[in-house]
Protein backbone atom coordinates (compact mmCIF):
# COMPACT_ATOMS: atom_id res chain seq x y z
CA UNK A 1 0.00 0.00 0.00
CA UNK A 2 1.35 3.72 -0.93
CA UNK A 3 1.36 5.77 2.10
CA UNK A 4 2.33 9.78 2.83
CA UNK A 5 3.39 10.77 5.77
CA UNK A 6 3.02 14.69 7.04
CA UNK A 7 3.38 16.93 9.74
CA UNK A 8 3.23 20.28 10.41
CA UNK A 9 6.01 23.30 12.44
CA UNK A 10 3.73 25.84 14.18
CA UNK A 11 5.10 29.29 15.68
CA UNK A 12 3.44 31.66 17.78
CA UNK A 13 1.31 34.65 16.64
CA UNK A 14 2.33 37.95 18.29
CA UNK A 15 0.33 38.50 21.46
CA UNK A 16 -0.04 42.21 20.18
CA UNK A 17 -2.16 41.10 17.19
CA UNK A 18 -5.02 39.33 19.64
CA UNK A 19 -8.49 40.10 20.01
CA UNK A 20 -9.93 40.73 23.35
CA UNK A 21 -10.99 37.25 22.93
CA UNK A 22 -7.93 36.04 21.42
CA UNK A 23 -6.53 37.17 24.59
CA UNK A 24 -8.52 35.72 27.14
CA UNK A 25 -7.83 32.90 25.71
CA UNK A 26 -3.69 32.98 25.64
CA UNK A 27 -4.49 33.47 29.24
CA UNK A 28 -6.07 29.79 29.81
CA UNK A 29 -3.97 28.70 27.52
CA UNK A 30 -0.62 29.80 29.05
CA UNK A 31 -2.06 28.88 32.46
CA UNK A 32 -2.62 25.23 31.35
CA UNK A 33 1.03 25.32 30.20
CA UNK A 34 2.41 26.22 33.95
CA UNK A 35 -0.03 23.93 35.57
CA UNK A 36 1.47 20.83 33.00
CA UNK A 37 5.21 22.15 33.01
CA UNK A 38 5.82 24.35 36.43
CA UNK A 39 9.32 24.33 35.38
CA UNK A 40 8.56 26.76 32.54
CA UNK A 41 8.95 30.35 32.59
CA UNK A 42 6.20 32.47 31.82
CA UNK A 43 7.73 33.76 28.26
CA UNK A 44 8.48 29.92 27.64
CA UNK A 45 4.63 28.67 28.59
CA UNK A 46 3.22 31.58 26.28
CA UNK A 47 5.21 30.62 23.71
CA UNK A 48 4.25 27.01 23.74
CA UNK A 49 0.74 27.74 24.80
CA UNK A 50 0.94 30.05 20.99
CA UNK A 51 2.40 27.33 19.38
CA UNK A 52 0.27 24.87 20.36
CA UNK A 53 -3.44 26.56 19.43
CA UNK A 54 -4.37 27.71 15.86
CA UNK A 55 -6.36 30.80 16.91
CA UNK A 56 -2.59 31.60 18.79
CA UNK A 57 -0.47 30.56 16.20
CA UNK A 58 0.45 29.86 12.67
CA UNK A 59 2.00 27.18 10.46
CA UNK A 60 5.28 27.57 9.10
CA UNK A 61 6.14 24.12 7.43
CA UNK A 62 4.13 21.08 6.57
CA UNK A 63 6.55 17.74 4.99
CA UNK A 64 5.25 15.13 3.14
CA UNK A 65 7.22 11.80 2.41
CA UNK A 66 5.71 9.18 0.12
CA UNK A 67 6.61 5.57 -0.47
CA UNK A 68 5.56 1.87 -0.70
CA UNK A 69 4.63 0.81 3.16
CA UNK A 70 7.62 -1.42 3.80
CA UNK A 71 9.56 -0.34 0.70
CA UNK A 72 11.65 2.48 -0.32
CA UNK A 73 10.95 6.49 0.14
CA UNK A 74 11.07 9.08 -2.05
CA UNK A 75 12.77 12.53 -0.79
CA UNK A 76 10.75 14.24 0.92
CA UNK A 77 9.32 17.38 0.40
CA UNK A 78 8.37 20.87 2.16
CA UNK A 79 6.36 24.07 1.42
CA UNK A 80 7.53 26.63 4.14
CA UNK A 81 6.48 29.71 5.11
CA UNK A 82 8.98 32.81 6.75
CA UNK A 83 6.10 34.67 8.64
CA UNK A 84 2.09 34.67 9.48
CA UNK A 85 1.78 37.07 6.12
CA UNK A 86 2.96 34.18 3.97
CA UNK A 87 0.86 31.23 5.40
CA UNK A 88 -1.67 31.74 3.54
CA UNK A 89 -0.03 31.22 0.10
CA UNK A 90 1.10 28.50 1.52
CA UNK A 91 -1.44 26.51 2.29
CA UNK A 92 -3.20 27.45 -0.93
CA UNK A 93 -0.19 26.01 -2.47
CA UNK A 94 -0.02 23.15 -0.23
CA UNK A 95 -4.08 21.90 -0.71
CA UNK A 96 -3.66 22.48 -4.99
CA UNK A 97 -0.72 20.45 -5.04
CA UNK A 98 -2.10 17.19 -3.13
CA UNK A 99 -5.17 17.61 -4.66
CA UNK A 100 -4.38 15.53 -8.28
CA UNK A 101 -2.63 12.42 -5.69
CA UNK A 102 -5.06 9.67 -6.48
CA UNK A 103 -7.26 7.54 -4.12
CA UNK A 104 -6.00 4.97 -2.09
CA UNK A 105 -3.76 6.39 -0.11
CA UNK A 106 -2.79 6.20 3.25
CA UNK A 107 -2.36 9.29 4.97
CA UNK A 108 -0.01 8.54 8.23
CA UNK A 109 0.65 11.33 10.98
CA UNK A 110 1.52 10.78 14.63
CA UNK A 111 -0.82 12.50 16.76
CA UNK A 112 -2.30 13.93 13.45
CA UNK A 113 -5.67 13.77 14.49
CA UNK A 114 -5.37 15.94 17.57
CA UNK A 115 -2.98 18.31 16.97
CA UNK A 116 -2.09 18.32 13.08
CA UNK A 117 -5.36 18.14 11.40
CA UNK A 118 -7.16 20.61 13.72
CA UNK A 119 -4.36 23.00 13.34
CA UNK A 120 -4.01 22.98 9.61
CA UNK A 121 -7.89 23.04 9.34
CA UNK A 122 -8.33 25.69 11.36
CA UNK A 123 -5.19 28.16 9.61
CA UNK A 124 -7.08 27.05 6.46
CA UNK A 125 -9.84 28.51 7.71
CA UNK A 126 -8.76 31.58 8.48
CA UNK A 127 -7.15 32.13 5.05
CA UNK A 128 -10.88 31.44 3.66
CA UNK A 129 -9.17 28.15 2.57
CA UNK A 130 -11.29 24.68 2.22
CA UNK A 131 -9.26 21.16 1.91
CA UNK A 132 -8.97 20.13 -1.01
CA UNK A 133 -9.85 16.35 0.02
CA UNK A 134 -11.08 14.56 2.79
CA UNK A 135 -8.95 11.58 3.24
CA UNK A 136 -6.14 13.69 4.51
CA UNK A 137 -8.13 15.49 7.49
CA UNK A 138 -10.15 11.89 8.98
CA UNK A 139 -9.54 12.37 12.63
CA UNK A 140 -12.44 9.23 13.80
CA UNK A 141 -10.10 7.67 16.81
CA UNK A 142 -10.96 4.18 15.85
CA UNK A 143 -10.43 3.74 12.15
CA UNK A 144 -7.11 4.15 10.83
CA UNK A 145 -7.83 3.97 6.91
CA UNK A 146 -7.56 6.20 5.21
CA UNK A 147 -6.01 8.67 8.44
CA UNK A 148 -3.43 5.79 10.11
CA UNK A 149 -2.24 7.92 13.51
CA UNK A 150 0.76 6.19 15.08
CA UNK A 151 -0.03 7.29 18.18
CA UNK A 152 -3.30 5.72 18.49
CA UNK A 153 -1.88 1.97 17.57
CA UNK A 154 -2.35 1.71 21.38
CA UNK A 155 -4.91 3.91 22.79
CA UNK A 156 -3.97 3.74 26.23
CA UNK A 157 0.24 3.72 25.87
CA UNK A 158 1.28 7.53 25.50
CA UNK A 159 4.40 8.34 24.26
CA UNK A 160 6.40 10.83 22.04
CA UNK A 161 7.24 9.81 18.27
CA UNK A 162 11.06 9.55 19.82
CA UNK A 163 10.40 7.02 22.33
CA UNK A 164 7.93 4.93 19.81
CA UNK A 165 11.07 5.43 17.31
CA UNK A 166 13.80 3.55 19.65
CA UNK A 167 10.73 1.19 20.56
CA UNK A 168 10.76 0.37 17.07
CA UNK A 169 14.10 0.51 16.56
CA UNK A 170 13.26 3.64 14.25
CA UNK A 171 16.12 6.32 14.19
CA UNK A 172 15.38 8.88 16.05
CA UNK A 173 14.26 12.18 13.94
CA UNK A 174 15.55 14.52 16.86
CA UNK A 175 19.16 14.06 16.08
CA UNK A 176 19.72 16.77 14.55
CA UNK A 177 20.44 20.48 15.39
CA UNK A 178 17.38 22.34 15.85
CA UNK A 179 15.32 20.73 18.41
CA UNK A 180 11.26 21.41 18.42
CA UNK A 181 11.46 24.42 21.03
CA UNK A 182 14.31 26.16 18.59
CA UNK A 183 11.53 26.84 15.71
CA UNK A 184 9.95 29.60 16.20
CA UNK A 185 13.38 30.88 16.67
CA UNK A 186 15.06 30.00 13.76
CA UNK A 187 12.07 31.45 11.81
CA UNK A 188 12.53 34.60 13.35
CA UNK A 189 16.07 34.16 11.70
CA UNK A 190 15.52 33.39 8.24
CA UNK A 191 16.68 29.52 9.19
CA UNK A 192 13.77 27.58 7.11
CA UNK A 193 16.06 25.26 5.55
CA UNK A 194 16.53 23.93 9.20
CA UNK A 195 12.91 24.20 10.03
CA UNK A 196 12.19 22.10 6.65
CA UNK A 197 14.92 19.47 7.65
CA UNK A 198 13.71 19.33 11.43
CA UNK A 199 10.27 18.43 10.05
CA UNK A 200 11.51 16.26 6.92
CA UNK A 201 13.67 13.97 9.32
CA UNK A 202 10.06 13.44 11.39
CA UNK A 203 8.09 12.61 8.55
CA UNK A 204 10.38 9.97 7.33
CA UNK A 205 10.51 8.63 10.81
CA UNK A 206 6.92 8.52 10.78
CA UNK A 207 6.62 6.49 7.39
CA UNK A 208 9.68 4.04 8.73
CA UNK A 209 7.29 3.20 12.36
CA UNK A 210 4.09 2.97 9.95
CA UNK A 211 5.86 0.24 7.94
CA UNK A 212 7.64 -1.56 11.31
CA UNK A 213 3.85 -1.20 12.50
CA UNK A 214 1.79 -2.27 8.99
CA UNK A 215 0.35 -5.45 10.61
CA UNK A 216 -1.66 -2.34 12.34
CA UNK A 217 -3.26 -0.73 8.76
Partial sequence: MMAVAWDIETCPLPTETFSESHAQRHEKEVAKQQDRHPHLTPDEASRRARSFHPYLGWICCISVVRGEIGGSLNDPYSWTAGSPEDEGDM????????????????????????????????????????????????????????????????????????????????????????????????????????????????VVATHQCLSALRWAF
Fill in 91 to 202: LETFWDDIAPIGGGILWATFNGKDFDVPFLTARSARHGLSPTREDIIDTYPYNQKPHADLSKVWMNVSSSLEEMCFHLGVASPKDGALKGSGVAEAVANGKLEQVREYCERD
